[in-house]
């Protein structure tokens, strides 16, 4: 080969790149999420139902918020009727977060493990640690 | 020619992975088998191909540069497009490789009132240097769904791709940036007739092929959106080696993989392969010291020759006796 070292650094090179995906994780342990459902407000529910079903919520909340955010303050619409019917306050801070007041134990478990930075407390009202206002 | 042909491979291809997953619920054939499969198959290709390349003779350098070359000290010489030392030749693949120099000189003839007129064309190198770069970011953007803890570096990627904070889930650029570029790399193909006649089927597939991913990934961020954190459990599952299929991920999402998993198996046996080849570019790689430095070419075999002496020695009598003139007497 000609340059044969040079061409064999190279394809070194590229092997580590290529399997750093794999590389990088080794040794390191990973806890799944688990976002916890254990708050006063969810305890006193006879059923406990979100607003939609939960594969729904886990999929697609983000585009639920978002047209929430356009209800509330471009259209002045704030009440939200779900799929069954139900009435709900288009309310990020009296709807949602009343029942899931545990923002680190509920919102952040999956967004930190997917590393998503969503910039609802730009505006919002950041709950305290330790849930309930 | 070939358009249609690539196209509805790629359509066949989608319609695969929709009908294992959806209909026969082959999950972990998709999720599992096929990504391994694949990359086993890239890297070892890549290697293959590479060390193949690498084993062709280049005897000697090959000057069909833009430029000068070095002679003498008073004529002024075009140290990175036509160098004589090694770091000219580095700087020159840099050039290359990070900023597609080679395409930045790429003109474009054209008659005109019954003239030619040559003019540089940018357009190509400018669609090329987006669809890379966007490529490039959105894979290493994908990182994070390889590591347990994303690291700070690939969450500025990311944050800095989704700096306009348009809509939500964020409109990154790269996104929008890529779709364009890929479409006016096809659009080529298609509309200018010079380009379209020199098109084989193994230039739209990839087109099509990647389409498919940008159109699949971009589907699932933004319209019909997906259970990222299952598909995290997924991908981090690969790559720990401890694959697991979890539910409630969509053929959405089986379809984006399986797309990239066939383009990186298709990767080392196609024209893909231009991403090890411009390393090994003879034009690029080589420094012009052909006045400088004697290249022995290797498969000069021995020649028997032998000097006119020991000829002159051999057949001196019988020249004598033709009347032939001879040196000695």
Redesign the interface.
């Known amino acids: 080969m000609y340059d044969g070292w040079k061409i064999i650094l190279g394809l070194v090179v590229f092997v580590i790149i290529v399997t750093l995906p794999f590389t990088m994780s080794v040794g390191k342990t990973y806890v799944q999420p688990k976002p916890s459902l254990d708050t006063p407000e969810i305890q006193k529910m006879e059923k406990k139902q979100c607003i939609e079903s939960k594969q729904y919520m886990r999929e697609s909340h983000i585009k639920l918020l978002y047209s929430w955010k356009d209800y509330a303050t471009r259209e002045g619409k704030r009440v939200y009727i779900a799929s069954d019917g139900k009435q709900y306050e288009v309310s990020l801070q009296k709807t949602c977060m009343k029942c899931h007041s545990n923002k680190e134990k509920f919102c952040d478990e999956c967004h930190n493990y997917v590393s998503v930075k969503p910039y609802c407390w730009d505006c919002h009202i950041e709950p305290k640690v330790g849930g309930l206002k | 020619m070939g358009i249609g042909l690539a196209f509805i491979i790629v359509l066949g291809l989608i319609l695969f992975a929709y009908i294992g997953t959806e209909l026969l619920g082959l999950n972990s054939l998709f999720a599992v088998v096929f990504p391994y499969v694949a ?1 086993i198959v ?2 070892v290709g ?2 293959n191909r ?2 193949k390349w ?5 005897p000697f350098r090959i000057p069909t540069t833009a430029g000068q070359q070095f002679s003498l000290p008073w004529i002024k010489y075009s140290k990175i497009d036509n160098p004589a030392t090694g770091w000219g030749v580095a700087l020159r693949m840099f050039f290359e490789i990070a900023l597609f120099r080679s395409l930045f000189r790429n003109t474009k003839a054209e008659i005109m009132n019954g003239k030619l007129y040559v003019g540089s064309n940018k357009w190509l190198w400018i669609g090329a240097l987006a669809f890379h770069y966007s490529f490039l970011i959105i894979l290493i953007r994908h ?8 690291p700070w570096c ?2 500025v990627v ?2 800095v791709d989704s700096f306009w ?1 348009i ?3 964020m409109v990154y650029m790269t996104d929008i940036i890529i779709a364009a570029a890929l479409l006016y790399l096809l659009g080529r193909r298609i509309f200018n007739p010079q380009v379209k006649y020199i098109s084989l089927p193994s230039d739209y597939f990839p087109l099509f092929l990647i389409i498919g991913i940008i159109a699949t990934g971009v589907m699932m961020r933004y319209f019909a ?6 598909i ?2 997924l991908t ?1 599952g690969l ?3 401890k694959p697991t299929v979890p539910e ?1 991920v969509g053929s959405l999402f089986y379809i984006h993989l399986f797309l990239v998993s066939v383009l990186f198996a298709y990767f080392p046996f196609s024209k893909l392969m231009h991403m ?1 080849g411009v ?2 570019s003879p034009t690029r790689n080589l420094a012009n010291n052909n006045r400088m430095e004697r290249h022995v070419n290797p498969w000069d075999y021995p020649v028997k020759h032998r000097h006119y002496e020991e000829y002159e020695d051999e057949f001196r009598e019988k020249m004598k006796k033709a009347g032939i003139p001879v040196e000695k007497e």
């Open positions: 990359l890239f890297i890549f290697i590479v060390v690498g084993k062709s003779p280049v990182l994070r769904f390889f590591m347990a803890q994303t690939i969450s990311d944050s904070q809509g939500l889930p959106r997906v259970d990222i954190t299952a995290k459990e981090l790559a720990y080696l409630g090890g390393f090994l």
